[in-house]
């Protein structure tokens, strides 16, 4: 604590570093200064206490920075442990008008690099507010959602389940924070779950949490899938990717990706932004895929299509995008090329075996750099695995660019007045944002770039049978 403000970040000294940076973002992220403006006077989350788990990188600095000017105070951690930028988690701490003496900002809890006991310290800290906890969250991927649900099940039944060997290290760590909470204070959980109005998911892989919860009839509060917004999943997911895929590559390995052969699991919208980006540099890319529509389209898209097990002699990276477990097995790890790239860019580590590698008889491990490593098999081959299976864009580059960003989380931003306001109106059930507002989110990105949208006129609206102001497309239009 300092200046009043708890915090754990890496360095408050990088704060001035970090703000330069949120400046130039700021110009980059025009729906997040749109919404400044608009409701400069008007403060929709005054009295919203916002918990945030959601990678702690500048972006998200303008993110954090929008909600308080609208009126929340806010918490934050990151949702990944590789991928905060400590400059951004300094800045936001010191905030625009303190020093690193005095800061002046918001309560994080971050820094690039946690052990998973320190992520879930990071994630409860991040929950608990001194005097009236949290009333809304904003979540990506579901972890601080989880913790949530899980602490309330549990206080629930009484006690926290016991682990054994089998089970992944994430989970065990998990459920030793969840004992140690409970056994401070036995309905903390049940207490922050009954305060929540609502949390906001920015991810698939969150958001399939989310409706998962919701149909076995346990959500505690409503929730707004922002995912799938059309400004979020069809830019972010794809656009950003596209970008921000080879960025992770080249900073981790600096390998020529021209010539090679990559392999890309998935066709969803990270796998066609990964695609993309590959080929845009000339690789050979091969998609595998489980659906066959995703699959023909990476066809027609002149990707070839093919199963992993039959591609594994040829492929020079191997990237997977699924938001599946088990996609790539030690199995498939002991077949690749020497010096073979092994990354995944999908929300959890579990898209790769690397509990299997490490086990891996006479394997080992040469450690290159931070979120770069070489795994030695017993004959000597090789391949290079990027931020431990983590998703690599975030650990070993920055992340999407802001711009693709002020999109998703413009998004975020309207999900979250529309849930702090309005909760009454909500079932605890999983929502999406109206089609208007994401045109809304759409237009002023088009603006920026400086595009001229045609004007419909009255006949021709009625013609096509929408309002001259949209919606312009039905809710079953997939773009
Ligand atoms: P999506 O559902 O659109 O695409 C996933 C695709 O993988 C689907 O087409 C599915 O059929 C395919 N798939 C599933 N199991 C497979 C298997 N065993 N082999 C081959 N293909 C398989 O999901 P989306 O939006 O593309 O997201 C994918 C993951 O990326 C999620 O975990 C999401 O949370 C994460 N994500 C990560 C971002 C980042 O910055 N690193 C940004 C956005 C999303």
Known sequence: TRGGIEFAVADLEAAEFGRKEIRLAEHEMPGLMAFRREYAEVYPLRGARISGSLHMTVQTAVLIET??????????????????????????????HGTPEEPKGVPVFAWKGESLEEYWWCTEKMLTWDGEGPNMILDDGGDATMLVHKGTEFEKAGAVP?????????????????????????????????????????????????YQLAAAGELLFPAINVNDAVTKSKFDNRYGIRHSLIDGINRGTDVLIGGKVAVVCGYGDVGKGAAESLRGQGARVIITEIDPICALQAAMDGYQVKRLENVLGEADLVITTTGNKNVVMVEHMAQMKHQAILGNIGHFDNELDMAGLARYPGIRRVNIKPQVDEWVFPNGNTILVLSEGRLLNLGNATGHPSFVMSNSFSNQVIAQIELFTKHEEYDKEVFRLPKKLDEKVARIHLDALGGELTKLSKEQAEYIDVDVEGPFKSEHYRY
Request: aromatic share 6%.
């Open 67 to 96: 909600l308080v000017a609208l009126g929340a105070e806010v918490r934050w951690a990151s949702c990944n442990i590789f991928s905060t930028q400590d400059h951004a988690a300094a800045a936001v701490v010191v905030g625009p």
């Open 162 to 210: 016991s682990t054994d060997d089998n089970d992944p290290d994430e989970w065990k760590v998990f459920l030793e924070l969840l004992r140690a909470s409970t056994a401070a204070d036995n309905s903390k959980w049940t207490t922050v779950g009954a305060g929540i109005r609502g949390v906001t998911e920015e991810t698939t892989t969150g958001v399939l949490r989310l």
